[in-house]
């Protein structure tokens, strides 16, 4: 009778150590039903080189769908520039109306305009498509750098300067607009701590050169519908 007993209570504590490990590991990384906005957890590997709207576009809908959100409709929030005749395209005209939650829940912005005025992008909140953190200005690597190729208002930038690293086609020459997921930069300038119009890449479109100044080629995803 004692062995019994014995073994009925170390089977109900091993359960009960089960039951607490299961629950400590259901709230990591763990995502919510209704994220409609995250940061890549990894670039296309090919500098911003993204295949155009359309490769960038499909790369958001690729980790949704892996991290369980493919119900929703993704875009990569990025602007292109005036080439060949086609008229640029504004990034903030991409991405639906809003609101925009992260994967835990969190709203990042209500709508297009609070987007471009007052949202509440920074390191905790502008997480990646499994509800991790991403690396920003202190990490080893760095890549707080997003491609965005926009202005802070989310329209295209005018002008003969590449900004787009040819509409998003190369990873040679060229440069892209970048923001800082983390909002922070060198200084306490409003660029060093933009989240989307921080400042040129350096060095080309290659997938060396953004990592030189902080990038890794990652990409601000939006749920449009």
């Not at 989240?195 to 030189?212: I, T, V, Y």
Request: include cysteine; charge should be positive; glycine fraction near 14%.
């Amino acid at each position: 009778m004692k062995t019994t007993v014995r073994q009925g209570l170390k089977i109900s504590v091993l359960s009960c150590a089960a039951v607490a490990v299961l629950a400590a590991c259901a709230g990591v990384g763990s995502v919510k039903s209704g994220t409609s906005f995250f940061v890549t957890s990894t670039g296309l590997g090919n500098g911003a080189n993204l295949g155009g709207l359309a490769g960038a576009d499909k790369h958001c809908q690729m980790l949704a769908t892996q991290a369980g959100a493919s119900e929703r409709t993704w875009r990569a929030y990025l602007s292109t520039q005036a080439a060949g005749g086609s008229p640029a395209i504004n990034a903030r005209d991409r991405i639906g109306a809003g609101p925009w939650l992260n994967a835990k829940g969190v709203v990042i912005a209500n709508s297009v305009d609070e987007l471009h005025s007052n949202n509440k992008l920074n390191k905790q909140t502008a997480l990646n498509e499994r509800g991790e953190p991403v690396n920003g200005r202190g990490d080893t690597p760095n890549v707080h750098d997003i491609l965005t190729g926009s202005q802070p208002d989310g329209t295209g930038i005018a002008g003969s300067v590449d900004s787009t690293c040819r509409n998003w086609t190369s990873s040679s020459e060229g440069a892209a607009m970048v923001g800082h997921h983390d909002r922070i930069g060198l200084d306490e300038s409003v660029p060093a701590k933009s989240w989307n119009s921080s400042h040129l890449s350096r060095g080309g479109c290659s997938q060396d050169a953004l990592k030189s100044s902080g990038g890794g080629g990652l990409l601000y995803c939006f749920a449009a519908k």
